[in-house]
Antibody
């Protein structure tokens, strides 16, 4: 069965960094990208960036491009999201997601982690 | 960024009755490859979002056929032919045509 398992809750002070992991299982990790999406309390879902599970290529939302770093460890089928310069507005539930539309002949699918809560507070 | 606007934001429903959610974008969502990357997600309280519909009208595996998606260009609709209790929660539209991906603000479907 396919899963994305995320690391646990984080509490950080303003200005600190956080690094969240997302371990994939049940599918061939290099074949699909990992997206990172966050959800602040009462706010809409917000796409942060994407990393290619195979070659590590990235695309970042302009809103986060100067503070976010996405990486992978393909040997561990794990993706990481690091966010620097944390502020109170970064308090949110952070999700990793992978999906495919099936355009290349495979089955369409959509898979989310359960989310990692990050609280930024002094 | 492409702005996605959903309506209504709150949708009181009677179980068994149909429901409809609108999603509009401020730019056409037709990609230069000819496809339209408009998806619908459902999120129950305390759970991760789950994709229901991809590329306007394709139901994901395991999604009941009471859910249907339609639309084109900038105007899209999600319909539930008869709402069941498990359908309550928040629905989001999402566009993946233009970078960065953006989501609607969500429509909360609740019991009337």
């Amino acid at each position: 069965q396919v899963h994305l398992v995320q690391s646990g809750t984080e509490v950080k002070k303003p200005g600190a960094s956080v690094k969240i992991s997302c371990k994939a299982s049940g599918y061939t990790f290099p074949n699909y990208g990992i997206h990172w999406v966050r959800q602040a309390p009462g706010q809409r879902l917000e796409w942060m960036g994407w990393i290619n599970g195979g070659d590590g290529g990235t695309k970042y939302s302009p809103k986060f491009h100067d503070r976010i770093t996405l990486t992978t460890d393909t040997s561990a089928s794990t993706a990481y999201m690091e966010l620097n310069g944390l502020r109170s507005e970064d308090t949110a539930l952070y999700y990793c997601q992978t999906y495919d539309y099936g355009d290349s002949g495979g089955r369409a699918f959509d898979l989310w982690g359960r989310g990692t809560m990050v609280t930024v507070s002094s | 960024d492409v702005l996605m606007t959903q309506s209504p934001l709150s949708l009181p429903v009677t179980l068994g009755q149909p429901a409809s959610i609108s999603c509009r974008s401020n730019e056409s969502l037709v990609h230069h490859d000819g496809r339209t990357y408009l998806n619908w997600f459902h999120q129950r309280p305390g759970q991760s979002p789950r994709r229901l519909i991809y590329k306007v009208s394709n139901r994901d595996s395991g999604i009941p056929d009471r859910f249907s998606g339609s639309g084109s260009g900038t105007d899209f609709t999600l319909k539930i032919s008869g709402v069941e209790a498990e359908d309550l929660g928040i629905y989001y539209c999402m566009q993946g045509t233009h970078w960065p991906t953006t989501f609607g603000q969500g429509t909360k479907v609740e019991i009337k």
